[in-house]
């Protein structure tokens, strides 16, 4: 990195010397996000404490052309956050107030650090902010905006980019705009909209605006057993064809049941096949006649047996067992790969059946855990990587799930984000006009390419100038010469 | 005609050093008035591609009219839930991020656009986003169009999120004379957990009504729960129409107020007829035909409150920039994107905030 004392110095005297990290063993911390496979060490960590640090680091970064990546939680599950070598990574965890609970107009101002789960407790209990990615005790909510997070209740109520009207914005050459507001339809493009799921590539967020909205009345929760995940799967397409629209449903397959049972001991079927998590959320009245209309389409679509939680607890057991697929899969497997992929609903039978029989040729065990709704697939691939050979035969079965997935007209990625990890698969998804029109965005935002280079796209791009306006070329004017 | 042979229209266009005026139906002939030397429709680009019952989505072309996509897709028991006024086509309802009184409970037409293509004056067609309901592969460019009034492109097809058509509907009416006690009310009710299907008021002649509708087989009953006292009426349909015919004028000019539900009652009392959404703090201001200064006053009045002219007769248009004042760092951003997308300024140039 050259200039980089010069740099470094820079960076204490925005940031104070105490926050500015050079020491190998200090940087080894911010290695890795969620994602444990990938590995880099930044040149300097940087934790900055209000948005005026994070422009100050910015400019600085942008004078000594070095490139930087933003860091929220790190619990991020593409590789987002893995820093550049011999970059800066600003960590914005010390950003984390509440700037306005504005109640009165359902918005909530807040820096980058705050984390999800705070949001709704701030709000709470008359309001929550909906997106509630399993991670929200930790995960950020300008990590939320870079990843345009989901979760188990985005199929009702939507994703992190539905709930955000405002941002302010430290841009790539450390100017900081304030795009959007509280109002909705302010005139101009709508540049928060796409700021949202950027993750990372057009610059920081240091003060989000998001809308809150009424606590639902009441909440009804049942767990479904069937035998197999296809029969499930014609239960979800029942209750969705019926008009419903539950406030979350989840499915988990034998091996994920059993995982989670080591966790949560909820003491569920030891027959089951798969077990379907329905939740329906809303005004009382609406909310019992539609959940025994749930209860009659499970038992229609052949469900073995069908449990209604009686009271809190309970449904705090059936979603322990949801919430506890990833972390204990780590117990009846040493390794694991985690997909994101999403299909069209329908899809669904084939796509199990191909998973299954992938699962069999590759002699990999995977667990199927997944966003029922919305068709959002988290196969777990099961691998031990200290058998040679096997990690890179989990992620090559892994590749071939995302094709599959691809191949029934669905994406490669429904909440996690493309990351480092993903963006070998983005030609599989979009052709290069389409790549090259991401491109034209990301240059508007940061031509010089410092802002969390090497993610997304799937290979490096340069950012040209822009064109000037047209001038006819004397050549052409004499029918010499044509454009291309 | 196809996606790419309006592609190929562009690149002609741009090479010559021709402006062209992107158009759908011609139903919102909102924005500043610019010159140009020809015009792109997206007419011909009128077939329903796919729809997807059991995912609930749809591809369509540009220039289908949303009239008759919603006729397809009600045969399914399914909506796009958005019911702007008029009619137009479902390109022009994403290009110019129209909206209805569906808007309180299913947001924009933004967060109903699951993927986008589009055609670009460098002469490709560009996609982005997905046809399933949950995706983050790629820059959302779908936001980015919602609202872009043709300047950095003409989107030729979108894919869409259905929603299931209410079997029934209920709407309590509950009467005001005072814009302010209007406005408490209707806000108060946006802080309870209803789900109410649609939340507006509307004002005129110094009396207005709050009007919240409840859809499904327990609607007639919430609507009861919800406003205590108020009119309860089944067959509702007539009132949602004279909500929406408020977001348009023939003779007047229309002013789109993008308040808070805090600034929702100053906004209602700004102007002689007002319909609005109390939730989302937008509302649609009818002022006399003609008159300049009646719509500098408004804006005044609701400083700093975004004022956009809709319609509006032409010496109004011609007089005063519709989208009124930007910030200027955001103005400059938007500018960077216009470059990037349309360099020599060859889609409606000048239509949009800041001469773009």
Not at chain 2, 111 to 138: E, F, H, M
Not at chain 2, 175 to 204: C, K, M, N, Q, Y
Request: some cysteine; overall charge negative.
């Amino acid at each position: 990195m050259d200039g980089s004392l010069d740099l470094v110095e820079r960076l204490r005297a925005a940031c104070g010397a105490q926050h500015v990290l050079t020491d190998h063993n200090q940087l080894r911390t911010y290695e890795s996000d969620g994602l444990l496979q990938y590995r880099e060490l930044p040149a300097v960590a940087v934790l900055p404490a209000n948005g005026a640090e994070v422009a100050a680091v910015v400019r600085a970064c942008h004078a000594a052309g070095v490139p930087w990546v933003a860091r929220g939680s790190g619990s991020g599950l593409s590789g987002g956050a893995l820093p550049v070598a011999d970059g800066v990574l600003i960590i914005l965890s010390r950003l984390r107030r509440i700037l306005e609970v504005d109640l009165d107009n359902q918005r909530v101002v807040c820096e980058p650090g705050v984390t999800n789960l705070a949001i709704s407790a701030a709000v709470g209990p008359s309001h929550f902010f909906p997106p509630d990615p399993s991670s929200q005790v930790v995960c950020s909510i300008g990590g939320n905006v870079a990843e345009n997070s989901g979760g188990a209740h985005c199929f009702k109520y939507g994703f992190t980019t539905n709930y955000v009207c405002g941002l302010e914005v430290v841009l790539a050459d450390g100017s900081v705009v304030q795009l959007g507001g509280k109002e909705l339809d302010r005139p101009g493009y709508d540049l928060h909209g796409v700021f949202v799921g950027s993750e990372g590539t057009l610059g920081i967020a240091t003060a989000i605006t998001v809308r809150v909205v009424p606590a639902p009345e009441s909440v009804r929760t049942l767990v479904a057993f069937f035998e197999t995940p296809g029969r499930a799967g014609r239960a979800v397409s029942d209750i969705v064809a019926a008009g419903v629209v539950p406030g979350a449903i989840e499915m988990m397959d034998r091996l994920t049941i059993d995982a989670s049972e080591q966790m949560a001991h909820a003491g569920w079927p030891e027959d089951a096949g798969a077990a379907l998590l329905v939740e329906l959320d809303g005004p009382e009245r609406e909310c019992d006649a539609r959940f025994e209309e749930v209860r009659g389409l499970c038992e229609g679509a052949g469900a073995t047996g069908v449990v209604v939680a009686r009271d809190g607890a309970q449904r705090d057991v059936f979603w322990k067992m949801r919430k506890a697929a990833f972390p204990a899969m780590g117990r009846i497997s040493p390794h694991y790969y985690v997909q994101d992929s999403v299909i069209p609903r329908t899809r669904l039978p084939e796509v199990l059946d191909r998973i299954d029989a992938l699962s069999r040729e590759y002699g990999l065990q995977v667990g199927n855990v997944f966003h029922a709704g919305d068709g959002n697939l988290h196969p777990l691939v099961c691998y031990d990587g200290h058998t040679p050979g096997q990690a890179e035969r989990a992620e090559e079965l892994a590749g071939e799930i995302v094709l599959a997935c691809v191949r029934a007209g669905g994406s490669i990625t429904g909440e996690h984000g493309v990351g480092i990890d993903k963006k070998r698969y983005m030609p599989k998804m979009f052709a290069e006009p389409d790549l090259a029109a991401f491109q034209k965005l990301r240059c508007a935002f940061d031509p010089d390419g410092l802002a969390n280079p090497g993610k997304v796209m799937p290979t490096p791009r340069l950012c040209g100038e822009v064109p000037g306006p047209y001038r006819q070329h004397p050549l052409e004017a004499a029918g010499l010469a044509e454009r291309f | 005609m196809t996606a790419e042979d309006v592609a190929a229209a562009l690149h002609d266009a741009e090479r010559a050093g021709r402006r062209l005026r992107v158009r759908g139906a011609g139903t919102r002939p909102w924005g500043r008035p610019a010159p140009a030397d020809g015009e792109v429709s997206t007419a011909p680009l009128d077939a329903i591609v796919e729809h997807n019952e059991g995912d609930l989505t749809a591809v369509v072309q540009a220039g289908v009219p949303l009239r008759r996509a919603q006729e397809a897709f009600a045969a399914a028991g399914q909506m796009l839930a958005v019911d702007p006024p008029g009619g137009g086509t479902i390109g022009g309802l994403v290009a110019t991020g129209d909206s209805g009184p569906l808007r309180h409970r299913y947001h924009a037409v933004r967060d109903l656009v699951l993927g986008v293509q589009v055609a670009l004056p460098d002469g490709t067609v560009a996609r982005a986003g997905s046809k399933v309901i949950k995706n983050v592969a790629g820059y959302d460019l779908a936001k980015l169009l919602c609202g872009s009034f043709g300047t950095l492109g003409v989107i030729t097809e979108l894919s869409l999120r259905l929603h299931p058509r209410p079997p029934a509907t209920a709407t309590a009416v509950q009467r005001f004379d005072d814009p302010h006690a209007l406005a408490g009310a209707a806000t108060s009710l946006a802080h309870r957990p209803i789900e109410a299907e649609a939340l507006d008021v509307a004002w005129e002649g110094g009396e207005g009504s709050l009007l919240a509708r409840f859809a499904g087989g327990a609607a007639a009953e919430r609507a009861r729960d919800a406003l205590p006292g108020a009119e309860v009426i089944e067959d509702d349909e007539a009132l949602w129409e004279r909500q929406r015919a408020g977001q348009r004028s023939s003779g007047g000019t229309v002013v789109r107020v993008s308040t808070t539900q805090r600034g929702l009652g100053a906004a209602l009392a700004a102007g002689p007829r007002a319909v609005g959404r109390a939730a989302a703090g937008l509302v649609w201001i009818t002022l006399p035909d003609g008159d300049l200064r009646a719509v500098q006053d408004l804006r005044e009045r609701l400083a700093p409150a975004p004022c956009v002219v809709l319609d509006a007769p032409d010496a109004v248009r011609d007089a005063l920039d519709p989208w009124g004042e930007i910030g200027r760092g955001e103005l400059e951003l938007m500018r960077r994107v216009k470059a990037r997308f349309d360099p020599f300024g060859t889609c409606n140039p000048g239509v949009f905030v800041g001469g773009i």
